[in-house]
């Protein structure tokens, strides 16, 4: 079909004074294709969108040009109301003749204002109409981790409607919080009773996750079972993976034991029926390097004021800074320090040696400015917050990337709180890092929030091919497979000899990298493509 | 029972927004409803504290949720509003929103600039919104306008080619009908330093704040001091000004973290300045920020303990007293300025919005939760709270928390259908 374009200039209510309006639609009328040059007052306003409408209904165009203010403020209503006359948006073009134009210098910008409007033109003739349409996702959520977190996003999807199946490295539910007594604990056997009468969760134990291929809406999942090794499709996947705890064995002289002792050892001494001697004096010591400080601030607080109120020892807690940011805990730390815990603040880490049969800790109060040498029945060392077992080898199955201390989910905050590079696989709680109780919370509410809107029940509608590679030209070299970030990008088999690249667009965040680096120019990127910034550039003369 | 598929959000900073956002995307309908003239809160204000590499302040978050907003059809944003009342039940409330007179309407200003070219008064009473302001439009200062102050001006309507322009408008009161749920997301308000005498924030112009110096940045692009325009070249930050302290039982979560990335941003402005930070307890978690810290140490002095007394001292420096710990004695030091780490401190209005919705108030004066292990739920069914409001958050939480609000309203309306 031959190119019939409308063009439609902006004056923004006659603001815009640096432009001669009607000597830039004289120079555009002359311009090949062209049906109508109009000009006009606010085309974002209702009438506006009148005169958009009652041309494009009578002139039967094909390409329209838009030349207003920044695309910004109105691309996606252009765009919108184009769909509502049946004209494809993608057979749109912008101009900016306002923030990058008029408003941007002084005097006569008539000239720039065409060149711009020209390079518009040029570009609208290449576009093609970018087709939505729907396609069938697997709304079916694995969600990878049978502790807390993993727990409660599946009792959370399942409440939403949402098929989950849940699977535990472990023979049984429940994780670290189950060893614990009291309140904890019989939250999370609550917990798995709802989930065992849930109907819509499967639960899968002892199973491990041994590879994951596809893309989101239809990722193919590898789970073995004991000697079994089982197939399954899922439309995203959860991460409940947690973390591990361990006393850094470099940062204590001794070794753990009868002396020097770990939170998990503190909590079971705590919970024992009788106690063998109670110690007279315990010291704690955190914060020895500045990593992953809320939960070792939070487990010390906690269980210095246990120690205190059940055993009513001396309590001295060695430390560099208290983490209190977090809801809560700056009232915890308050309260430990009312009932008589002593906090002692270091600088250079304590040296710790062995005082007949006690434990010596030399530390420098930095407050006092002075040495303070203590002899304690006990030590209870930090524990400090790692990536649970298997991080590493899932990361690299799934080819996503860590955070600088081995924790799944980079740097970046445009995933936070639980997205990853990969669209459909997200991470909760401890196992994207250092997080309080309230922060875990709002990440477990927060994947099952985007988990429902990224696979609403039904069909989702994605851009067809925007970006897309061509068959006949693509070599397979893998390059695109390599560089995508979001492994949007698969091979498949076109006939016996070929196979060819596809881009899946429910995978693909449109960041047009692929495109670029294809060294056979096989990826076009519709609306950016190759031809259509060349045509851009020549529209004003540069070549 | 039939739950409405609409959501009230109170409150247009960076947790309403997303929860609105998230809210839209899951089809409901929502209804903005923000106190001034234009959303995004006080997110809109912080500057971007990259050196030559970015170090995660995540202010950038804002512009782009603000534009997402701007244009989807599912959310009408009701900008000069305040919510007034509210009767009904969750999944069907009646929400009364007041909005004061706008002047110069939303809808219809195009934001062409005319009306400010003709406008008699120095400086002008109508002006132009900032570039990433939502709604884009103009806006009239009373205390400025001729025409507000009863004289007979009317240069702006004529030359108005949109007739936005309306004088004589009464406050305007409307129903919200067959609401299911409403999320607060009214946000905080800064510390005043001024409450802390001593170190006479108010008195001695080089004594700034946080945020301040958040609003320099972002205007000026780098650091001149307005008083002098001076380039400063030693610079001292106080930490838990508002916060852990006798009236303020709780940690405000952003001001280590923001003091630290302005005092880098200031070494990679100037990297001859010498930066000070006296503080408490250092707050070093959060993903990658342990490292930063780390950075930090080189080129930054950290001294423990914060000052008791800021005075003036000759030639426009501002003298700090505090206690010099490695020496065990009072020193004193002379800077160029001081930046007060003013904390999160609950809005002071707050407690007129419990009253109107019927939901209870914590002892730091944040908005309370109905239990333990649910922070978005509060004593009212139906009503939820995002973001600061509930308790200090940064950037990143808020955003997480307001999803997360949005999720729970979510999944009550769905149980409740």
Redesign the interface.
Known sequence: MPVRMGIFLCD?????KNIDFPKVRENLENLEDIAFVDIT??L??EEGEKAITSRILTENINRVVIAA?SP???E??FG?LLEKLRLNPGLLSLANIREQCSWAHEGDVTRKALELIMMAVGKARLLQPVERKEVAVNNEVLVVGGGFCGMKSSL?LS???IRTTLVEREPTLGGKLKKLEGFYSS?IEAMIKAIEKAENIEILTSAEVTGVEGKIGDFKVRIRRGTKEILRSFGAIVFATGYKTEVAAGDFPLKPGVNIISQERLVQLLQAPTLEARPETIGFIFDL??????FPTLATLNNALAVKQRWGSEVYVFCK???????G???LY?EAREDGVMFL?F?KNPKISADDGRVKIDAED??L?EEIVLTCDLVVAEEKLLPAEGTEGLSSLLKIRT???G?Y?E?N??L???SSERKGIFFVGNC???LD???V???I??V???V??LL?PGKVIVEAERVKADPQKCVACLTCIRVCPHRAVQLVQVDSEKVVAEISQLACDKCGICAAICPAKAIKFEGYSDDQILAQIEAIGVS | MKAERSIVVIGGGIAGITSALELANSGFTVYLVEKEARIGGQAASFCCKATEVCTKCSACLLPQKLSEVASYPQISILTNSMVVGVKGELGNFQVEVCQKPQYISPQKCIACGMCTEVCPTMPKAIQSPPPEAVPYSYSINESQCLRLKGKKCNLCREICPTNAIVFGQKPERQELNNIGAIIVAIGFDVFNAREIGYLGYGRYPNVLTGFDLERIFRNQGSLKLSSNGKEPKKVAFIQCVGSRDENHGYCSQVCCKYAMRLARLIKHQKPDAEVTIFYIDLQTAGKGFAEFYKECQGNIRFIRGVPVEISEAPSDEVEVKFENITEGKVDRENFDFVTLSVGIAPRKDSWELAKVLGINLGDDGFFDIKEPFNSTETNVEGIFLAGACQSPKDIPDSIAHGISAAERAMEVLKRCQ
């Open positions: 923004c209510g006659g603001s815009l007052h606010n974002c306003l203010c910004e403020f109105r996606r209503n919108e959370e409440q939403l409607g939250q390097s500045d990593e992953n400080p809320r800074n208290v983490k209190v940011d977090s809801e805990v700056e009232k308050r603040k600088d930095t407050l400015g955070d600088s201390q924790f989910q740097e905050v445009h936070y709180p639980v994207r890092g250092d109780l309230g922060r919370l709002a990440d509410s927060s099952v929030a985007k429902y809107e609403p």
